[in-house]
């Protein structure tokens, strides 16, 4: 299994709701990213979580809330946003090599959570 | 602070064609990739470069390295349509405990018939 899934792939929300955005890997990866992609621009990192605990927070803003609930699993939180966040909201795992392997620091992208914000 | 600059940003090319997207970055690092994404899609790793003089070929797309000069190219030979996508590179740098990238700003690939 060498996928990353994303739910949901679409999501329309108001300002004022409050949803979730899920990310799941079998692959045994321990580093999972948060990625925001707008139009025609590369993603920009948002968040990293390495064994379960959260190692960079790329100042982004309260009302995006991450959450890492176990190693296969990567969450979102999503709480009074506004529409500038319309993006596509991509996840990603990579691999951490020990025993003498180079770290190829390689990542894995699922497909993506295209999110618009009315 | 690291910066990735790519070109061009926008290729059109005919098919049957030669040619190189050049990425170019700022300041140290030992880690390059190639990613592609098609439209609405997500992004599909292509190489991995770990080391100076790194050398990699899938198919009709060939990437190379060379941390001195911080330049890592990716040619592409024969073009064809399947080709046609937005290539980006990304550069590593900062910390262990997770990779973060910093990504160009993608050079979009047109092959024409």
């Known amino acids: 299994d060498t996928e990353v899934t994303q739910t949901p792939k679409h999501l329309v929300m108001g300002m004022t709701n409050k949803k979730s955005l899920k990310c799941e890997q079998h692959?045994?990866?321990?580093?999972m990213y948060w990625y925001k992609q707008k139009a025609k621009k590369p993603p920009e990192l948002m968040f990293v979580?390495?064994?379960?605990?959260?190692?960079i927070n790329e100042s982004v803003p309260s009302r995006f809330s991450p959450e890492c609930p176990n190693s296969s699993l990567l969450n979102l939180h999503l709480h009074a946003l506004q529409p500038e966040d319309s993006a596509l909201y991509l996840c990603?795992?990579?691999?951490?090599?020990?025993?003498?392997?180079?770290?190829?620091?390689?990542?894995?992208f699922g497909e993506g959570s295209r999110l618009t914000v009315l | 602070e690291l910066k990735v600059e790519q070109n061009p940003l926008f290729l059109s090319m005919q098919e049957g064609k030669n040619y190189t997207i050049y990425c170019n970055y700022s300041?140290?690092?030992?880690?390059l990739y190639w990613y592609r994404q098609d439209p609405g899609k997500s992004l599909e790793s292509l190489f991995v470069l770990l080391s100076n003089g790194a050398v990699k070929q899938e198919g009709r797309l060939m990437a190379s390295l060379d941390t001195k000069a911080r330049l890592s190219t990716l040619h592409i030979t024969a073009a064809v349509h399947d080709l046609s996508a937005t290539y980006f590179c990304a550069v590593a740098g900062g910390g262990t405990s997770g990779s973060r990238l910093t990504f160009g700003e993608g050079t979009q690939l047109t092959v024409n018939p």
């Open positions: 979580y390495s064994y379960e605990k959260l190692s």
């Open positions: 300041t140290t690092s030992d880690r």
């Open positions: 990603a795992s990579s691999q951490r090599v020990t025993s003498g392997r180079r770290w190829t620091g390689e990542l894995f």
């Open positions: 692959m045994g990866h321990r580093a």
